[in-house]
């Protein structure tokens, strides 16, 4: 074949390619979209996600319908979108834990800045350091107190290593120089009964989950890890307020597709994102559960992207001296 002819055929192909590319995104979806979460029912993450599941399918045309494949600190789960068909019918929910994963997995089967197409970032959620209901005191310095005198040790909940509750937690006891024993849950909806009952001392995880418990008395919360106090729950100082000045974490949520999913069906899939988190009944919602949706110049799959790359480096360090590893 003649170098002209196979110039030829290459343009032709090209030609077809770009051709297609917008077909694929017209006739994306052709099917039921599964949505991984990678913890368990009832969470944070998975509150938030199933509203925005139900938006998006809408939108999309087909229904997306939320899978929980909770463990190994949300790296089951991930695993799953990463090995799965990349033509956007599986898609990843998940918290800054993605971020945490190459630092605290040192063999860790995927990377998530080249394994994963980001294509939104969606909210920044605030934490709550609550304890059980019948804790003998209403302040952190009421808690401080009873850790340093308890002999028995204080029972601290997590959901596996580099969740939100976990890098909290791990903040949390480095701030006030005490070693909790930590109990390990596969998600915060095993959390809660356990606290409720009075069987855990002290939880710290995201305002999605933990301010319907705090507004009903079940669970006290006793500091806010945000700079100023929230207008959802007044009533709860700030970390700094309670004793721990410059003590902030805010728990920020975002959407991925397996890598080499097509651009046009990442567009397509970014689109009803933004038209989920500007539902009227979704902002409502997350406004009033203290995390506002992002705003829109976020909402993007390259500013997601960098954001990713970038959280990992900034929590490298902080994991690496605490040197707790998951594997």
């Not at 204080?154 to 580099?162: I, M, S, T």
Request: aromatic share 6%; charged share 15%.
């Amino acid at each position: 074949m003649s170098i002209t002819r196979r110039l030829l055929g290459a343009m032709a192909l090209g030609t077809t390619v770009a051709l297609a590319a917008p077909a694929l995104a017209q006739n994306f979806p052709t099917q039921q979209i599964t949505m991984v979460i990678p913890f368990g029912a009832g969470g944070p993450t998975d509150i938030v996600g199933r509203m925005l599941a139900e938006v998006m399918g809408r939108d999309l045309g087909q229904p997306v319908v939320v899978q929980n494949v909770g463990g190994g600190g949300g790296t089951i789960g991930v695993q799953r979108v990463v090995q799965a068909r990349n033509d956007g019918h599986t898609i990843l929910y998940t918290n800054i834990g993605l971020a945490t994963q190459p630092t605290l997995y040192r063999r860790l089967a995927y990377n998530p800045v080249t394994d994963l197409e980001p294509f939104g970032l969606v909210t920044a959620t605030p934490m709550v350091i609550s304890v059980r209901p019948n804790f003998p005191g209403t302040t952190l310095a009421d808690f401080l107190t009873f850790a340093r005198e308890r002999r028995d040790g204080v029972n601290l909940a997590n959901v596996g290593l580099g969740s939100a509750s976990q890098l909290c937690g791990t903040l949390l006891q480095a701030a006030l120089g005490i070693n909790f024993t930590s109990v390990a849950f596969t998600g915060s909806g095993a959390v809660f009964p356990e606290l409720m009952a009075g069987r855990l001392d002290v939880y710290c995880d995201q305002t999605t989950s933990s301010l319907p418990f705090v507004r009903e008395n079940r669970i006290r919360g006793i500091a806010m890890t945000t700079a100023t106090r929230l207008p959802q729950a007044p009533d709860i100082p700030t970390a700094a307020e309670a004793g721990l000045p410059g003590f902030e974490v805010a728990i920020w949520h975002g959407m991925y597709a397996p890598r080499g999913t097509p651009q046009p069906v990442i567009a397509r899939l970014n689109q009803a994102l933004r038209v989920a988190i500007q539902d009227q009944a979704v902002v409502a919602r997350l406004n009033d559960l203290a995390s506002p949706p992002e705003p829109l110049n976020r909402v993007t799959p390259e500013a997601h992207r960098a954001y990713l790359a970038a959280e990992i480096e900034r929590w490298r360090p902080i994991l690496q001296a605490a040197g707790q590893f998951a594997d």
